[in-house]
């Protein structure tokens, strides 16, 4: 066993230093291993004694059988037998099979009759596919043979059920990765359009053909030239990427996530400073897995238009609908009459996609998009260039529908980069955070699609205002078109809202838009970004801050359009972010500016009229669920009249009925609530006690130490002294609290409020959570309405226990906290923060260079 282990060993560093060599014969490798097992296992074979058995045969199956082994992969093998095996020859198997477990070989076993074989690959159809691609090993060679003639059957699954099953596979597998390719940690092997999306194009053709290699399916013409050399140079890609990452890996493991993408890119030879060689290799990867995942599909589809339907006779005499000069509607399908037209007159393309979207129930036929792909290879300057394409573009946004059923194929098929050259930078562009979870083209259409969605009534429980606001909008084209540009200038230098502005602009001229409406899209895309920033990271209940956002945004119309897409790009950048606390957050902000709109900037909100107005909902709540006696109507008013003016406007009448209910149940202090009710998707937790030393710092510390997240929250001290702050946290997962969680929060926070003896917090230093990820922490000290206070932004690396750490740092410089958003996004965080010295002033410079400083020093360490 020891030379054994010495000459796997052996082996595997030999593979290593020849995978660094240049060029890299990555398939010469994974047969080169897949050899060397063969050997290793005919030797064993026979020092075994199983040569001198001629009931036996071993065979490889899976990819082992295809000779595709990667440092990792598994070495499943097959012990064909005659008959059911006596016990000192099973026994004599699970010792050759201990020894390779020994010599740490993910080894996969399984010992059939001929007769199991068949009845377990009938009734699993995976075991059927792991048989299909069975090689001999050693053996009884006439015995895998009869297997072999058994498994090619007509009666061993009929190629419709065999080729439905695999298909239903695929889908279930597409799901899990939101059905796309372009995920940022992205699986090689299972994702769409990774590997497993080439052996099914091979099951399928080695079920209906008995060949499966891709030059195989040259030879017999159902590839064109083109597309060999296409998939072949994807497969290439994905072989040497999931070779090295294996090479780097200790487990089995086929996942490309962050904290091994940079090892992998240099093992590979990408180069650059940063993050460039990451998005250089990613690039290179979303390439491979678009062209197999498109080539895939359209084989299959292909495939089974032209196998498996059964009225093959009555759909080649379906008539044929004239559409224009190059295209036919023939069976719910768009035909191209003449494939040269996509070259001789290259605005049809566009005209392909009209008819798409004019057609609801429409498909293109396989052959044309076969053909249109070759033709795109082939254009000399871009769509854009063309008059009538122009043309045919600008008619393409005016359409019905027209993201899902024609910007989304347009851009799946390579459309949209034929026709803009900026779009070319952001395909497949990597997004290095974990708040986004696709690549940059890829969350670009899915705003487009969220914006489409709010024209559905459907969606109306999860977004009512943009589900009310964007059916109302004038020219919503113009909307669509900003949301391409919006992060069309990502991965270069400088602001990409600036630069994506740019962009929009001369996009807008080349098309002839008027003055306005091109203004209109540019101021769109240039802020994008700014009521999100507003209304998550400023404190919308202060008049200046939305008299400024009403200044920048300047009409009703473009309020609404600006909502709907900044509503879009969060749910098109993470869906599971978007829930009702945040929801009523965006309303909030976008009632307020429409109210500052309509009584003109030189006017502040009666802030006053909306506390009445939250007061008296209150009551109104409360009459309606209770009658309250005399007594606890006096004792409420009493406990309302130490409560300062915000805490009324920034709670709703449903929340202040919340705290009010629980303050006549039991008014004692500190009084702690915690509820899933008042934001949904999240828990919200409303603190009420004697403000006290290092409250913030406590309560933050208490909620590290339970693995809990806080997203958002809500600083109010009244004159009084006591604090009125509200929590909005989730589990570390994202999900709301249980019952069981709630209940122990809440325990747990009344023990910290209520201990008497001040203790220092023990902070535990630890490390990042998101090594992986290259970003300083930056302070920005803001301008702010309210002279006595200073504001500022804080912008660092998500860790457990970092508001704890921050409310201990206020502490030591005796700050007075009076407002905080804390805004989490994915591994980072941007926080605001409004904070007074120990007198209740504004910082000076010197303040706020020391609390820069110290802040500084202590996050990056």
Request: include cysteine; proline fraction near 3%; hydrophobic fraction near 40%.
């Given at each position: 066993?020891?030379?054994?282990?010495?000459?796997?060993?052996?082996?595997?560093?030999?593979?290593k230093?020849?995978?660094?060599?240049?060029?890299?014969?990555?398939?010469?490798?994974?047969?080169?291993?897949?050899?060397?097992?063969?050997?290793?296992?005919?030797?064993?074979?026979?020092?075994?004694?199983?040569?001198?058995?001629?009931?036996?045969?071993?065979?490889?199956?899976?990819?082992?059988?295809?000779?595709?082994?990667?440092?990792?992969?598994?070495?499943?093998?097959?012990?064909?037998?005659?008959?059911?095996?006596?016990?000192?020859?099973?026994?004599?198997?699970?010792?050759?099979?201990?020894?390779?477990?020994d010599?740490?070989?993910?080894?996969?076993?399984?010992?059939?009759?001929?007769a199991?074989?068949?009845?377990?690959?009938?009734?699993?159809?995976?075991?059927?596919?792991?048989?299909?691609?069975?090689?001999?090993?050693?053996?009884?060679?006439?015995?895998?043979?009869?297997?072999?003639?058994?498994?090619?059957?007509?009666?061993?699954?009929?190629?419709?059920?065999?080729?439905?099953?695999k298909?239903?596979?695929?889908?279930?597998?597409?799901e899990?990765?939101?059905?796309?390719?372009?995920?940022?940690?992205?699986?090689?092997?299972?994702?769409?359009?990774?590997?497993?999306?080439?052996?099914?194009?091979?099951?399928?053709?080695?079920?209906?053909?008995?060949?499966?290699?891709l030059e195989?399916?040259l030879?017999?013409?159902?590839?064109?030239?083109?597309?060999?050399?296409?998939?072949?140079q994807?497969e290439?890609?994905?072989?040497?990427?999931?070779?090295?990452?294996?090479?780097?890996?200790?487990?089995y493991?086929?996942?490309?996530?962050?904290?091994?993408?940079?090892?992998?890119?240099?093992?590979?030879?990408?180069?650059?400073?940063?993050?460039?060689?990451?998005e250089?290799?990613?690039?290179?990867?979303?390439?491979?897995?678009?062209?197999?995942?498109?080539?895939?599909?359209?084989?299959?589809?292909?495939?089974?238009?032209?196998?498996?339907?059964?009225?093959?006779?009555?759909?080649?005499?379906?008539?044929?609908?004239?559409?224009?000069?190059?295209?036919?509607?023939?069976?719910?399908?768009?035909?191209?009459?003449?494939?040269?037209?996509?070259?001789?007159?290259?605005?049809?393309?566009?005209?392909?996609?009209?008819?798409?979207?004019?057609?609801?129930?429409?498909?293109?036929?396989?052959?044309?998009?076969?053909?249109?792909r070759?033709?795109?290879?082939?254009?000399?300057?871009?769509?854009?260039?063309?008059?009538?394409?122009?043309?045919?573009?600008?008619?393409?946004?005016?359409?019905?529908?027209?993201?899902?059923?024609?910007?989304?194929?347009?851009?799946?098929?390579?459309?949209l980069?034929a026709?803009?050259?900026?779009?070319?930078?952001?395909?497949?562009?990597?997004?290095?955070?974990?708040f986004?979870?696709?690549?940059?083209?890829?969350?670009?259409?899915?705003?487009?699609?969220?914006?489409?969605?709010?024209?559905?009534?459907?969606?109306?429980?999860?977004?009512?205002?943009?589900?009310e606001?964007?059916?109302?909008?004038?020219?919503?084209?113009?909307?669509?078109?900003?949301?391409?540009?919006?992060?069309?200038?990502?991965?270069?230098?400088?602001?990409?809202?600036?630069?994506?502005?740019?962009?929009m602009?001369?996009?807008?001229?080349?098309?002839?838009?008027?003055?306005?409406?091109?203004?209109?899209?540019?101021?769109?895309?240039?802020?994008?970004?700014?009521?999100?920033?507003?209304?998550?990271?400023?404190?919308?209940?202060?008049?200046?801050?939305?008299?400024?956002?009403?200044?920048?945004?300047?009409?009703?119309?473009?309020?609404?359009?600006?909502?709907?897409?900044?509503?879009?790009?969060?749910?098109?950048?993470?869906?599971?972010?978007?829930?009702?606390?945040?929801?009523?957050?965006?309303?909030?902000?976008?009632?307020?500016?429409?109210?500052?709109?309509?009584?003109?900037?030189?006017q502040?909100?009666?802030?006053?009229?909306?506390?009445?107005?939250?007061?008296?909902?209150?009551?109104?709540?409360?009459?309606?669920q209770?009658?309250?006696?005399?007594t606890?109507h006096?004792?409420?008013?009493?406990?309302?009249?130490?409560?300062?003016?915000?805490?009324?406007?920034?709670?709703?009448?449903?929340?202040?009925?919340?705290?009010?209910?629980?303050?006549?149940?039991?008014?004692?202090?500190?009084?702690?609530?915690?509820?899933?009710?008042?934001?949904?998707?999240?828990?919200?937790?409303?603190?009420?006690?004697?403000?006290?030393?290092?409250?913030?710092?406590?309560?933050?510390?208490?909620?590290?130490?339970?693995?809990?997240?806080?997203?958002?929250?809500?600083?109010?001290?009244?004159?009084?002294?006591?604090?009125?702050?509200?929590?909005?946290?989730?589990?570390?997962?994202?999900?709301?609290?249980?019952?069981?969680?709630?209940?122990?929060?809440?325990?747990?926070?009344?023990?910290?409020?209520?201990?008497?003896?001040?203790?220092?917090?023990?902070?535990?230093?630890?490390?990042?959570?998101?090594?992986?990820?290259?970003?300083?922490?930056?302070i920005?000290?803001?301008?702010?309405?309210?002279?006595?206070h200073?504001?500022?932004?804080?912008?660092?690396?998500?860790?457990?226990?970092?508001?704890?750490?921050?409310?201990?740092?206020?502490?030591?410089?005796?700050?007075?906290?009076?407002?905080?958003?804390?805004?989490?996004?994915?591994?980072?965080?941007?926080?605001?923060?409004v904070?007074?010295?120990?007198?209740?002033?504004?910082?000076?410079?010197?303040?706020?260079?020391?609390?820069?400083?110290?802040?500084?020093?202590?996050?990056?360490?």
């Amino acid at each position: 066993m020891l030379n054994l282990k010495q000459t796997l060993a052996e082996f595997s560093l030999a593979q290593k230093t020849r995978f660094t060599e240049s060029p890299i014969d990555v398939v010469g490798l994974l047969h080169e291993r897949s050899d060397f097992y063969d050997d290793i296992l005919q030797k064993l074979w026979k020092k075994y004694g199983f040569s001198e058995r001629s009931d036996l045969a071993l065979v490889a199956v899976g990819g082992y059988g295809r000779r595709e082994m990667f440092p990792l992969s598994d070495l499943d093998i097959l012990v064909l037998a005659e008959h059911t095996l006596d016990e000192p020859t099973q026994q004599k198997l699970n010792e050759l099979f201990n020894l390779l477990w020994d010599c740490k070989l993910q080894l996969g076993t399984s010992i059939r009759t001929l007769a199991e074989c068949i009845s377990i690959g009938k009734s699993e159809i995976s075991v059927a596919t792991n048989m299909l691609e069975s090689r001999f090993i050693i053996g009884n060679v006439k015995l895998w043979q009869q297997l072999f003639e058994q498994l090619h059957a007509p009666d061993f699954w009929a190629i419709s059920d065999f080729f439905h099953a695999k298909m239903a596979e695929k889908q279930a597998r597409y799901e899990r990765y939101h059905n796309t390719s372009y995920n940022l940690e992205p699986d090689l092997k299972h994702s769409p359009g990774g590997l497993r999306d080439l052996h099914l194009l091979s099951w399928i053709m080695l079920r209906q053909y008995g060949v499966y290699r891709l030059e195989h399916l040259l030879e017999k013409g159902i590839l064109y030239p083109e597309e060999y050399q296409e998939l072949q140079q994807a497969e290439k890609v994905l072989f040497r990427m999931r070779f090295a990452l294996h090479l780097q890996l200790k487990r089995y493991d086929n996942r490309l996530r962050f904290d091994r993408q940079l090892q992998l890119s240099e093992q590979l030879g990408y180069q650059g400073e940063g993050n460039q060689p990451v998005e250089a290799m990613m690039k290179t990867f979303f390439q491979a897995t678009q062209s197999i995942s498109q080539l895939s599909q359209l084989l299959l589809d292909s495939f089974e238009q032209e196998h498996l339907h059964t009225s093959k006779m009555l759909q080649k005499n379906a008539q044929k609908q004239p559409l224009d000069h190059a295209f036919i509607l023939q069976n719910s399908a768009i035909y191209c009459i003449d494939p040269a037209c996509f070259i001789q007159t290259p605005h049809t393309i566009l005209e392909l996609f009209l008819h798409l979207t004019q057609y609801p129930q429409a498909t293109i036929d396989t052959h044309t998009l076969r053909q249109l792909r070759l033709s795109l290879r082939k254009l000399q300057r871009p769509l854009s260039e063309d008059p009538l394409a122009r043309q045919g573009f600008i008619k393409l946004f005016q359409q019905p529908n027209m993201v899902k059923r024609a910007i989304v194929p347009m851009h799946q098929f390579g459309v949209l980069s034929a026709y803009l050259p900026q779009w070319k930078s952001i395909e497949g562009l990597m997004q290095f955070d974990m708040f986004h979870i696709y690549t940059v083209d890829e969350h670009t259409i899915r705003v487009m699609l969220k914006l489409e969605s709010f024209l559905d009534n459907r969606n109306q429980e999860n977004h009512p205002l943009c589900c009310e606001l964007l059916p109302a909008l004038p020219n919503l084209p113009l909307l669509y078109f900003s949301a391409l540009f919006h992060d069309i200038a990502k991965g270069r230098e400088g602001d990409h809202a600036v630069e994506g502005a740019i962009d929009m602009r001369q996009f807008a001229e080349q098309h002839n838009f008027s003055l306005s409406d091109t203004d209109y899209m540019v101021w769109l895309v240039a802020e994008h970004l700014t009521m999100s920033i507003t209304a998550q990271r400023r404190d919308i209940h202060d008049p200046e801050v939305v008299k400024a956002f009403a200044k920048i945004v300047g009409n009703q119309t473009a309020l609404s359009a600006l909502t709907c897409l900044t509503v879009a790009d969060i749910c098109a950048t993470n869906e599971s972010l978007w829930n009702d606390w945040k929801r009523s957050l965006f309303r909030k902000l976008f009632q307020f500016t429409q109210e500052q709109l309509a009584i003109g900037n030189e006017q502040s909100i009666d802030y006053q009229k909306i506390e009445m107005e939250h007061r008296q909902q209150a009551l109104a709540q409360l009459a309606q669920q209770r009658s309250l006696t005399e007594t606890e109507h006096q004792q409420l008013i009493a406990f309302w009249q130490t409560c300062p003016n915000s805490y009324f406007i920034r709670n709703s009448p449903t929340q202040l009925v919340w705290h009010a209910e629980r303050y006549l149940h039991h008014s004692k202090l500190p009084m702690v609530l915690v509820s899933n009710q008042y934001a949904r998707g999240a828990t919200e937790i409303f603190v009420h006690c004697d403000d006290q030393p290092q409250l913030f710092a406590r309560i933050a510390h208490t909620l590290s130490q339970k693995k809990i997240s806080i997203h958002d929250a809500q600083i109010i001290t009244g004159e009084n002294g006591r604090v009125l702050d509200s929590f909005i946290i989730t589990e570390s997962n994202g999900k709301p609290l249980s019952d069981e969680r709630s209940y122990d929060i809440h325990q747990a926070l009344i023990k910290a409020l209520t201990q008497t003896e001040q203790k220092p917090l023990k902070l535990a230093k630890k490390p990042i959570k998101h090594q992986s990820f290259k970003r300083k922490t930056k302070i920005r000290f803001l301008a702010n309405s309210q002279k006595n206070h200073t504001a500022f932004e804080l912008f660092t690396l998500d860790r457990e226990g970092l508001l704890a750490q921050i409310g201990d740092i206020f502490n030591q410089h005796t700050l007075n906290l009076i407002n905080a958003k804390i805004t989490t996004i994915g591994e980072r965080v941007e926080d605001f923060f409004v904070v007074t010295n120990s007198q209740g002033k504004a910082l000076d410079e010197m303040e706020k260079a020391q609390l820069k400083q110290q802040l500084l020093d202590e996050l990056t360490k």
